[in-house]
């Protein structure tokens, strides 16, 4: 349906549905079966946890999914953004490393054209391709909507659950201490560390191999990353499946060819 007039919806936005009172919207491209799985996964990331939906939706936490055709800085909140600077703490260390080439010599747009086709936080972004699991989508073998809204339970937990969230960190210290998911993305920070062991926790995500450890489904997380799962479990209690998730439990997971030692981006 279109947005609620509650909403203010910049006109922008055409088309709107709820996860448990959270709103997700998009312009008149996107397909309406892409706003109801994105609807499905998010709800049932928040089915145990109800405070957190609340939390949410009491402070105008939102998702918006973009068409194939579209781009983050079509959305009206995003046109302004600019490419992050050389200090900023979400780079990885492979984008430090090349930050001249990768940041400093891409306009704005064509940075974050080239960098995300999701985000989390207030406004958050998927897209239709990786929500509906499309041969089009860059992120082939996971889906990164579910990484994106691990995001923002992940900010719900820290506002409504303090002791949870200090477990989080305590496995987070643990993890960096004893060199777990070792030069991987989740080490770049205590978000990314949750986001991606969310999305194993969901059987998800592309396999990571550490050191010839290979962590794919709940059950590798579970014995490799002990502390992350028991918090995991806090915010999912025993569901490892999140309806209309199009990679779930998929062959896609695997990329082709021999496992490597490790998955980790080489810079």
């Given at each position: ?24 919207l998009?312009s ?82 064509a ?72 030069n991987?993305?989740?080490t ?6 949750w ?73």
């Amino acid at each position: 349906m279109p947005p609620p007039a509650t909403l203010a919806a910049e006109p922008y936005y055409q088309k709107y549905v709820s996860a448990r009172g959270v709103p997700i919207l998009s312009s008149d491209r996107v397909p309406d079966e892409a706003l109801l799985a994105a609807r499905d996964m998010a709800s049932g990331m928040l089915s145990h946890r109800p405070d957190l939906a609340e939390w949410l939706a009491a402070n105008d936490y939102r998702v918006a999914i973009i068409a194939q055709e579209e781009a983050l800085l079509d959305l009206p909140d995003k046109a302004h953004w600019t490419k992050p600077a050389r200090d900023d703490p979400r780079l990885t260390r492979c984008e430090l490393k090349h930050y001249d080439v990768r940041i400093g010599a891409l306009t704005d747009r064509a940075y974050w054209d080239a960098r995300a086709r999701g985000i989390g936080g207030e406004r958050t972004v998927g897209s239709e391709e990786d929500v509906l699991g499309l041969p089009t989508t860059r992120y082939w073998g996971e889906t990164i909507f579910v990484h994106e809204m691990a995001h923002n339970i992940l900010f719900a937990i820290e506002a409504v659950d303090p002791a949870l969230y200090t477990a989080v960190e305590a496995a987070y210290a643990n993890a960096l201490a004893n060199d777990l998911w070792l030069n991987e993305y989740a080490t770049t920070t205590i978000q990314e560390y949750w986001a991606e062991g969310t999305q194993i926790w969901f059987n998800s995500n592309r396999l990571v191999v550490v050191e010839g450890r290979q962590i794919l489904n709940h059950s590798d997380l579970e014995g490799y990353d002990p502390k992350l799962y028991d918090a995991l479990a806090e915010a999912y209690s025993d569901s490892h499946r999140l309806k209309s998730d199009p990679f779930h439990m998929s062959d896609a997971r695997v990329p082709p060819g021999p496992v490597p030692e490790n998955t980790a981006e080489v810079c």
